[in-house]
Nanobody, 114 residues
Framework: QEQLVESGGGLVQPGGSLRLSCAAS????????MAWYRQAPGKQRELVAR???????NYEDSVKGRFTISRDNAKNTVYLQMNNLKPEDTAVYYC????????WGQGTQVTVSS
């Protein structure tokens, strides 16, 4: 069964850090460009960062220099290191393919608040 399971979210103060993980099962992520997305309350889901099979990365402008996406194909896992978090980063974070999509997981809640 193809499944993506996100974890690592939580409540953090502005300026803090979190590391999100996305564990894939039934999917060999090594063959796919992968990405992190987020959906804030009342807003549409948006792309945050992408990591290609070549490990090339791209970021949405508001997270450049603060977030780092990476992948470990041997562990079939994608990561998102988030530093200097801001209240506007508050959202549910999801991972999925960039071109090939699977069913969305439950995501992991990130709340940035003092």
């Amino acid at each position: 069964q193809e499944q993506l399971v996100e974890s690592g979210g939580g409540l953090v103060q502005p300026g803090g850090s979190l590391r999100l993980s996305c564990a894939a099962s039934g999917i060999s992520i090594g063959f796919h460009d992968m990405a992190w997305y987020r959906q804030a309350p009342g807003k549409q889901r948006e792309l945050v960062a992408r990591v290609a099979t070549t490990h090339t990365t791209n970021y949405e402008d508001s997270v450049k220099g603060r977030f780092t996406i990476s992948r470990d194909n041997a562990k079939n896992t994608v990561y998102l290191q988030m530093n200097n978090l801001k209240p506007e980063d508050t959202a549910v974070y999801y991972c999925n393919g960039y071109t090939r999509r699977w069913n969305w997981g439950q995501g992991t809640q990130v709340t940035v608040s003092s």
